[in-house]
């Protein structure tokens, strides 16, 4: 064996008995509360419970670190849904800059009502109309062109009640957990309704989940050649993944190929997902966020005489289903510390 | 500091300058050729200019770790795919198992000609007799009654050449290929026209690629619940995805987001991939896998007087492509010493 290699690895020994030094002092200190927004109480312990019976060895629940996965909605699990999806609001932004090159719009439904600023005719706007909206806004270019014009907006625009970008609008628990099961070889996927390359803009930067991470409401895409006669792909006004209710498992089954063993939903949107987690085994975790803080966030759903709501809908069915098959449930209210990173 | 703490840190520091001397020893070895079934070429050098370039910080087409990504065909790129496509092989056996459950088939086509074992029949198949086939073979189960079906055909079938597991007919150059990438930070993806889930079923064990890095064709899925309410994912006779030709980087774009680095195929039905590939930059490494050694494999292709083939088309027309866009051609007699792991 060189002289030069056993000499190289005494001086790494040395650095090495420094650095664990350093960071099992810091570990001892930052290991007391991996999940510090959150309350102690039933939700962070099932959360704990979880993590701890997949990542240790010998356990009957451990999962291999490659096969440990959890799936997060978005809207109303993550970040903020009310009083509308951020992903509306980013549609109509786009009829309203894009009418001058449309005059036809003026006339004619439902971008009439957007470019007029009708908040009682957008109300009442159907799905169809909302899809026409959004293939009239996220169609017709390169899925760069269109990446490009999500993080121009998402930069620039900010909600209405805190005035902030939307991207601050994330739940600091949520930001909390997902950490604690990256740090524990779980891989976190957002599995949303919302337009797949929407959240791919920006989640990133806001959640630290990359592009392939992503899954949610698809168009497809089309091949082609540009003047240069570069590869390029265009989005057509066709719809390929509707990833919603039924379309959630589907869709966690062809980007994943299998269970996770956690999810996280809000609606009855997210149902059949944790339906699915929970047909996957014994040990999984399926939670429902529910929304009863007016003071600190909104509040809607099942519970405590709370209004229902069209978006991001919470039903009693859901809540009763929850119950009686051991999923739990998320009070803002009382199981979250801290909701925003820049409350005080 | 604690005195139990600064103790277990000098244990781990002298096991770490042992390891240290170990690996450092065994690395010096290793380091000395990645791709030792690699012959010196330009296919070689091309490889690890592409790895150098994208890993060393500071260079122009550096390329940080997580967005590091390589797709690879299957068939012809990964495995042999003659004289007929695995699944192909697989679907036909099904058939031929399933014959007494449907005694209807054995006056009807293409059902007839299988059960009769009629290859002349069999060998003037069109695509809708195949996707006739593959409806039948694929579909009316759950995704997990799927998934077993295929692990447990592939343990036991046996190639009709060698006589070996399908499995045992990978490309030894291509397996060093894709532990180089991985060991160079790259996600490394299959992308092939194949069924998503056959290859899922064994990719794990032998590519080490994992279910959430195959893209191939796919079913669509019906999430439903078995007589216990159990959620399951049943398979209907519906494509989702025909993930070949223009397929291929529209399917990339679904499930990573981005362009690869890097992109191996071997068939017309690659173009548009490695075309998309090298969309993505000037770094970018497209290779195509020359069939030319009929002695260790098969021979079919574009060059030297080769047999063109139904099966993993390579036209001229794709090959002077490669020539004018500068993608490398991996000739199978030239630049692989070694194709088989079994190989003396």
Redesign the interface.
Known sequence: ?SKP??N???I???A??ML??LS??AH?QAAADPLPSWNEGPAKNAIIKLVTATTTAGSADFVAP?DRFATFDQDGTLWVEQPVYTQVVFSLDRVVALAPDHPGWKTVEPFKSVIAGDRAAMAKFTTRDLEKIVFATHTGMT?GDYTALVKDWIAKARDPRWHRPFTDLVYQPMLELMRYLRANGY?TYIVTGGG??FV?AYADHTYGI???Q?IGS?L????TYNDAG????MRPPKL?LNNNF?GK??DI??????HPQAAFGNSTGDR?ML??T??GGKGALMMLVLHDDPAREYAYGPAEGLPASKVGTFTQALYDEAMSKGWNVISMKKDWKRIFSFEK
Chains 1, 2 share one sequence.
């Open positions: 064996m290699i056993v190289l690895c005494r790494v020994a040395a090495v008995l664990c030094v099992l002092t001892a490659g899925t891989n797949q390359d791919r990359p592009p392939e992503i698809a497809d895409t089309d091949f570069k590869a390029i792909l390929l039924s498992p589907e089954y062809l980007f994943i190929g299998r059949e339906e699915y929970q047909a």
